[in-house]
């Protein structure tokens, strides 16, 4: 555990100008957040913790990750359960226990390679794992309201740009394609079941304490940290919608709360900021915030990756009251500063 290192709560968590009864809301709310262990949504359990809900996580893992200071307060208040979003039987079990009154999804395949390398599992996991939780609400009580974490992965490659969210669905990818489905398959229960459910579709998330080295951002930054040059698998060029984890814990309690509170019955919503940024300029950002002077090396190996993705989060603004507070640069300096105190009491290993 980081013993001594200052909490640094990412971007403006808990920004709730815009829903005056957040707090009575979320106050002592049961709250499931499937793979709240993960990068994404532990960021998300804290910020439901900070509000005052009662949080439950599932989760494949042993146990939470000692990783950040976030995860002591999510350690101390949330009640950890450890099982696969595709048992059906115990998650009926924990909405009927607990009384779950909303439910994140967040559990899935998240890296492209792993999908890439085991699209069976990744299939089975995202998919059927998306159908088990709604099915399971369902059947214990249909009046449950449920965000589901879907990607800009799921448009697939589209001309025109940037996504709105009436463009089809049309992953071609195994980590794309996943997203499709379960996408699909949430609006499915919508307008088949009625179930309130709101679909959030976010850009490249990036913060402290994601740990995927696979990823540009982290990856960049412990290059820097050691004084190797980071490895692009791209010709560098690939853009990318950057949008900082606590700008998405607020878009993902933003969707809730309008769910909550009847604002919307359902609803598909874009996240990120609209303004894409290619490889090799994020990653010049990252060495200039740091003094490093490695230049990086271009692989140009990547396949199977969409050139270019961003967003277009009109209607998560207008009908929510959601838009990104902090810039790419801000992102990138407080996200340097996590690794930095994280690494100097940390030793990862090479993934």
């Not at 793979?35 to 910020?47: D, N, R, V």
């Not at 200071?69 to 450890?82: G, P, R, S, T, W």
């Not at 609209?274 to 002077?293: H, Y």
Request: some cysteine.
């Amino acid at each position: 555990m980081m013993n001594g290192q200052k909490e640094t709560l990412p971007g403006k968590i808990g920004n709730r100008k815009n829903m005056t009864n957040a707090d009575t809301i979320w106050s002592n709310r049961p709250v499931l957040v499937t793979g709240g262990a993960g990068f994404i949504g532990s960021w998300l359990a804290h910020g439901l913790i900070k509000a005052r809900a009662n949080v439950f996580i599932l989760d494949i893992k042993k146990q939470l990750p000692e990783v950040g200071e976030h995860y002591e307060l999510v350690c101390n208040k949330a009640i950890y359960i450890k099982g696969d979003v595709r048992d059906e039987r115990k998650l009926k079990q924990i909405f009927s226990e607990h009384d779950i009154k909303t439910v994140f999804h967040l559990a899935a395949e998240a890296i492209v390679g792993n999908a890439i390398l085991n699209p069976s599992e990744a299939l089975d996991t995202n998919i059927r794992g998306t159908w088990t939780v709604l099915e399971a609400i369902r059947q214990t009580n249909s009046k449950t309201p449920v965000v589901i974490a879907s990607s800009d992965k799921a448009y697939g490659a589209h001309e025109t740009l940037p996504y709105a969210e009436d463009f089809p669905l049309v992953g071609k990818n195994p980590y794309d394609c996943t997203k499709s489905c379960a996408d699909l398959i949430a609006q499915m229960y919508v307008h088949t079941y009625d179930l309130p459910i709101a679909v959030t579709r976010c850009g490249n998330v990036y913060g402290g304490g994601d740990l995927n080295f696979s990823r540009l951002i982290p990856d960049t930054i412990r290059s820097s940290l050691e004084g190797r040059a980071v490895q692009i698998r791209s010709d560098g060029m690939y853009r990318r919608d950057y949008v900082f984890v606590g700008d998405i814990v607020d878009a993902y309690m933003f969707t809730a709360e309008a769910l909550i509170s009847g604002k919307i019955a359902n609803g598909v919503f874009n996240f990120g900021t609209g303004t894409p940024e290619c490889a090799l300029d994020v990653v010049s950002q990252i060495t200039r915030l740091m003094d490093a002077t490695l230049k990086p090396v271009v692989l140009g190996t990547a396949r199977y990756e969409i050139r270019d993705q961003y967003l277009d989060a009109t209607r998560a603004r207008e009908t929510l009251g959601w838009h990104p507070h902090v810039n790419l640069t801000d992102g990138l300096r407080e996200t340097i500063s996590w690794y930095k105190e994280f690494f100097a009491q940390n030793k990862v290993e090479q993934v």
